[in-house]
C-alpha cells in the first residue's frame, strides 16, 4: 500500500474541468463525457468503460424521472469488482443537472454510427452497441496528455477522478456519508476517510493560477453548451500553476 506521505489524493472539482477542457480540445469529445460521468457516480474507470448503450435508462418524454445507468446487467454475466450484477447509479448529481440527457445523446451518437457502419458492410448488425467509442488504453494516454499539457503531476489515476467526486459530494453536503458510501459500493465507513481532508485538497486548488481557474470556471458553466456544440475553448498551459513554496 501506498504511504500516507505518497497515498494519492483525490482530484479538485477545479482540476477535474481543466483536464476535461483539454481532453475536448484533443479532439475526445466523449472522453470529456466519461470524464465528468465519472467524477458524478463515483464509478471506477473499468467500470464505466464496460456499459452499452442500452444500459443507459431514459425515462418515458413527459414524464419526468431520473435517467439511470445499469452496471453489470446478469444477462451479459459480468460482474462487478465486488462481484455484484446489476448495480443501477441514478444520474442525479448537481454537477451536470442534465447528464443523463448528455449521456442519452452519446447513445444516439454511438448507434448512429453502428447503424451507418452496418449498412457499410464493416460492422455486423444484432449487436449490442458500446457507450463509448474508446478502450482503456486510449483513454488513459489521451488523460495522460492533458495532466502533461496542464501541469498536474499529482493526478496520477483516473480513481483520483471517482474519489474527487465523493469528496466534493460529502464537502458540499450534496450526500450524507451513508449516500456516499453506498453509491461507492465501499463495505464500510472507514474506506471513506480519504474524502474528509478538505485543507489537502484546498491545498492543491490554490496552486492554480487565475488562467486556470478562470478556464475551470468557465468549462463547468458552460460545459453542456460546449459538449453539443462539440467545440471548446484552449486550455491554459502548465505555466498557470503558482509555485506555494
Known amino acids: 500500500k501506498n504511504s500516507p506521505r505518497r ?15 483539454a481532453l475536448v480540445v484533443a479532439g475526445e469529445v466523449a472522453m470529456s463525457l466519461y470524464h465528468v460521468s465519472l467524477f458524478d457516480t ?25 435517467h439511470v445507468l445499469i452496471v453489470s446487467p446478469v444477462e451479459r454475466d459480468v460482474a462487478t469488482k465486488t462481484n455484484t450484477f446489476d448495480e443501477t447509479v441514478l444520474l442525479d448529481g448537481s454537477l451536470v443537472p442534465n447528464l443523463g440527457e448528455l449521456l442519452s445523446l452519446q447513445v444516439e451518437r454511438q448507434e448512429k454510427k453502428r447503424a451507418a457502419d452496418v449498412n457499410a458492410g464493416v460492422a455486423e448488425g444484432g449487436l449490442p452497441v458500446p457507450l463509448w467509442d474508446f478502450d482503456a488504453r486510449r483513454m488513459f494516454l489521451q488523460w495522460r496528455g492533458a495532466v502533461t499539457l496542464l501541469g498536474l503531476p499529482e493526478m496520477e489515476t483516473l480513481y483520483q477522478c471517482r474519489h474527487g467526486g465523493a469528496s466534493r459530494d460529502l464537502l ?3 450526500r450524507t456519508e451513508t449516500e456516499i458510501q453506498a453509491r461507492l459500493h465501499h463495505a464500510s465507513a472507514g474506506s471513506s476517510r480519504i474524502y474528509k481532508k478538505p485543507g489537502r485538497l ?3 486548488v490554490n496552486t492554480l493560477g487565475p488562467s486556470a481557474l478562470s478556464y ?18 484552449e ?10 513554496s
Open 7 to 21: 497515498s494519492r489524493r483525490p482530484m479538485p472539482e477545479k482540476f477535474m474541468w481543466l483536464l476535461t477542457g
Open 42 to 66: 463515483y464509478l471506477r474507470p473499468t467500470a464505466l468503460l464496460w456499459p452499452f448503450t442500452d444500459d443507459v435508462v431514459s425515462p418515458k418524454q413527459g414524464e419526468g424521472g431520473t
Open 172 to 174: 458540499l453536503k450534496r
Open 216 to 233: 475551470a470556471s468557465r468549462i463547468r458553466d458552460n460545459y453542456s453548451k460546449y459538449f453539443l456544440a462539440g467545440k471548446f475553448p
Open 235 to 244: 486550455p491554459p498551459v502548465a505555466q498557470s500553476r503558482v509555485d506555494l
Open 202 to 204: 484546498l491545498q492543491l
